[in-house]
Structures are given as C-alpha cells and as structure tokens.
C-alpha cells in the first residue's frame, strides 16, 4: 500500500476535535495526537497505540475488581480503536481490524457500565441487528421507562454513543444504540440501503415487548446520516412519538460539494457507487408522513450539509411539528459546541417523552 | 489599579490545562481562553462572562423543568467563576466577588445534582464550616455507605470537586466537599492554620451521626496543600480509615524556590505573613500518628513540591501502610493525567472502605 496523503490538512479532515472530546476522547490524547502525527499513515497506529494502554488499564480494573473503571478503560479503548478505523477506506485490512477490536472491546466493557449495557440481537430479513439497551437507574415508572432508539451517521457506531446515552439516561430516558445497514458490524452483512425505516422499525418490535420500557413512549434520535435516517425511521413508524434529526440534509444534490473523504465515505458504505447512494438518500418519499413532534438541529457552519439542504427538508416535513436550531456558530453536528447542544437535545426528547427529568 | 503583568507566561502560570479540563472546563472555553487572551488583565473578565452564559443556560432550563441540566450548567456556571478568581491576589475585591458568585451559584445547582447535594452548615469555634454531602444512589448498604471527606487545596475549595465527587459516588462512596480554615468561604473568617486536623474532626463529629452514613467507613482525600491536610486529618482521627494525599509535601523548606504566583497564594491565605506560613506548615509532629492505609500520589514532573519533599514525607510516615505512586510523566497532582489517576484514586478508596465497585 503506498501513502495517499502525507499533509497535515488531511489529518484535519478526520480529526474533528469537537466531536472526538465530545464522544470522549481524552484531551490529552488528542493533543498528543496533533503534536505527535504528521504523516497521515500514522494516525491509525497512534489510535490503535492509545486504545491498548486502555485495554491493559481495564483488564488490570476488573482484576482489582473495580467495575467502573474496567468498564469504562475498556469502552475507550474501543472508542480509540473506532476513531483509528475512522475514514480509513484506503486500507480495508485495518479498517476492518478496527471495526471488530472496537466491537470486542465494547462487548467486554458494556456489562460493567453503570447502568449496564445489555447486547441484544435482532434477527431481520436473515441478517443480525446488534445494539445495546441500558435503563435507567432507580424506581422502573409504572408503565415502564421511555426509550430513545440512537442511530449512528456514516461513520459513527452504536459503540460510539455511550456518553450520549449517560446524558440520556441521566433524564430518565432508556436508550437503544444500534448498527443498521452500512453501519458497523451490520456493514459487512447489509451495505447502505433506501429504507432504514425497515430496520428501526424491526428493533422497535422487539423493544415494545420488553417489560421495562413503555411502549408508547418511544422517540429517535440520529446524528449527520443518522438524523436522515432518523426522520425517514419517524415517518415510517407512529410508535416513535418524538424525532431528533441531530444533522440533516434532504438528499445528494449536494454530494459533489462535500468534503472529498466525507464522499469516500458514503460511496464505501453504499458498496462501491455513487449513483446507488444517490439513489437511496432522498427524504422526498416520505417526509410528509412524518407527523410526530421534530427536533431538527444543524450548524450554520456546517462544511457538509449546506444551508439549501436544511430549508429542503424543513419544507418538505409539512405535517410535523417542527422545532427547528441553527446555531450560528456550530458546525457539522454542532460538534464544536458538543456540551451546549447534547444536553438540550436529551432535554427535549425529555420533555416530549414525559420523562420527568 | 495598574496591570501587574502582561506577558502570556503569567496566564499559563494560571492556566494548568489539564486540572481546568479534569475539573470540568469544557475544552472550547479553554481554547478560547488560550486564543483570546493577550493580556492577564483580561483573564478575570472572560470567565466572568463565560460563567454568566452558562448562569443563563442554567436558569433557562429550570424553567423548562430540565433539572439535570440546570443543575450542571450552574455548576458549570460557578466552575467559571472560581477560575475567574483564581489566583487573583492582586486584585482582593474582584477576587471576593468571584468567590461570592461562585458560592451562590453552586448553592443553586447542588439541589438538582443526580445525586443531590447537602449543603450542610458545622459550627466550631464561633465559625461556620459549610461542606456538601452527596450520597450514592441506589438502594443504602445496611450500615451506611462509607464516605470520603474532600479537602481542596490553596486555590481549590468544595465547588471545584463536583466532577471528582461523581467518580466517588458511582463506585459506592459518599462524599462530603468543604471549606476549612483559609479556604473559600472560611477564608473570610479563618485564615490557614496549623491545626486543620481539628476542623476535619469536628466535621466527622457531625457526620458520624447521620444515618445514612457508615460512622466504621471514613476516609479522606486532598488535592495540593490539602493533601497536606488530609495527612495531618488521618493522623490526627483514627476514624478516618483510608487517606489519600493526591499531591503532598513535607514542609515550607522548599518555599523559595515555588513559583512566585504559588507563594503569593500561600502567603495570602496564611493572612500575610510568610513567618507564619512556614511555621504552620509541617508534617513533622504529626507524621508518626497516621496509621491508617495511606495513598500518596505525586508527579514526578511536579513544579511546586519536589523530589525530596516527597521522600521526606513518606520516611516520616514510619506507621502507615503506605502505597506510593510517583507517575513519571506527572505533573502539579497528575492533572495532566486526570484521566488515569483520578478513577484510580477513587478505586482505592473504594476498595479500603469496602465500597464494592
């Protein structure tokens, strides 16, 4: 394999540091990553480096028998070995060496988190939907605790939402983190599909029949490609009572404007061609069957999905209630302002459930 | 007033990186803080501001009912407003009004922490210690949770432990944060003294009684100068069946040579006399009382105690089970490493107290 890349602008197109901090990569490990890498080709290696100083401080915890550090040393070892695979599409050989020690890893640490992670897979179509549902701690409520399904986008796992999931359950909000399509572990079985809303709406039949959340308190919430997917899995399923669209755009009228590894990234996950993926990604078909209340939330700064987009799909949603956040100072995801947003999009979805928190 | 300094030097002599994030400044503010100051004169002003957005967030969402929210963000608030004052000798009327602010705001947020905080009010000796107990949540062990009385340091005082206290309580540890003799709120009415062991004990006194708690399950732990004082605490109350001086020094002999800002604040909490200071300040008479397990932690790289206060500590604590953690690329308390050593602190009290986590 040879060097595609040895500038440093490329290590700032995978490294957006707002959203690693926020996702919880140590600010000591990232500093050191932007002192320490100057080559591109060194960025998997340093990942992989720190997620195993990680692994050996987790195994150590557990043998001490402290579970809250093992658990938590282990999810970011894999929250290191995630973002070392992250965008690593020229090299197929590692990427997959990352995605699978990231789902050891995770494995591993998920019993030992507080509340625990409990792995549940769903059999759909012959294929495997694998996440993690966590309630939250104290008295059940009566009827059971409301449930938000979290999506990933194009380069985000369910592995990747553990912080996001304490914010959540913190307000009384169980919650769902799974792969589907293209997605993670479900990537190498089902590549990126038209109809998400499918899958969402196969784990909500498993979800519903579980007697410590309520079946009618249901919401979703999906990041960059994921809040798509989010709006698409809303209008799919009336169990879903309040959608958070954390990132949107519309469709791919816009794909040739987008950051160049941002558009490897899409074709990767589609399979392999452009005219697939534009294919699948339009909101047209079903925006206007989304009825249940909608968070829709974007960065002004946002250098992938532009401004054009977000006024397609705020248009096109003509039958939900709408709240609709542009930060002016946010960028994609509004990662930058990670502790601002995440805490009021789990506040809302708080509210809307009746979560009481 | 005139400008004492103006070089970037004096700001990053109040800027340890590592402790403001590990304490809880979200990483955004810190870049901004680094980006937008030139001049030391400005470094009050900015965390003033900072602390006011986050106020207003704060408020915002009590009014919606978020209470989780409301609680961290003016927690957040009031972390903003203790840096802002941080170190901030030259200037006594601005540095009380920060101190006062920071006060109230945390008194506001402490009611909405997941768990809640206590503000609990100790008369002794014609003052007041103020302090917070936070107690685990979840279903109480039939003897009551062991608990860890927190001790800040010169610059630290019971609201910059929020964060620490959450790694506490999530592994079975109840906390209890307050002021003593020259710090916070006490300094307004006590300056630093020789004798701190005496206000730790009667702040036992109180909480030995309280049902909830443990009174066979005590232990204590300080940061810097507290570390210090949690030494003299353990080894003037044998209640205290854990110690741990994360940060720790023998004596006054090495004052000379500490940064200039650090004997400023040393001086200034002593009440102004550097006479005094030294000659409170010195574990010799006491060494020899500690017996309880004892957890000293340091960084090798630390600027303001070296090498050989550190060995004269652990000779002179010739009764105690000592563990010693010297970390090679430690700084001032590992703060630059507040990531490991911090669970890790956490952990071995957990597991000297028979937390069970």
Redo the contacts between chains.
Sequence with gaps: MTTTSTTSQSIHGLLN??RM?SDGI???DLQQATEQITDLEEWFDFWIAAGERYEL?GGE?LE??????GG??LWQASLCFHYAQFMWFHDPAKREQGQRRKVELYNRAAPHF?PPGERIEIPFEGITIPGFLRLP??ERPATGSPCVLLLGGLESTKEESYLFENICL??GLATFAFDGPGQGEVFFEVKLRHDFERYSSAVLDVLEAREELDPNRFGVLGRSLGGYYALRAGAGDERLGAVVAWGFFHDMEDFDAMPKHTQHGFVYVAGGSKNDLVQALDLSDVAENLRAPTLLLNGRNDPIFPQRQMERTIAALVNAPKVVVIEPEGDHCCH??G??VR??MA?WL??QLNAG?
Tied chains: 1, 2.
């Design positions: 540091a707002g901090l140590p600010p000591r401080l915890a001490n028998g402290s579970r809250v550090s938590e040393w507080k701690e104290g913190r307000r930058n302002m502790n601002i805490p009021r506040d708080a509210r928190n």
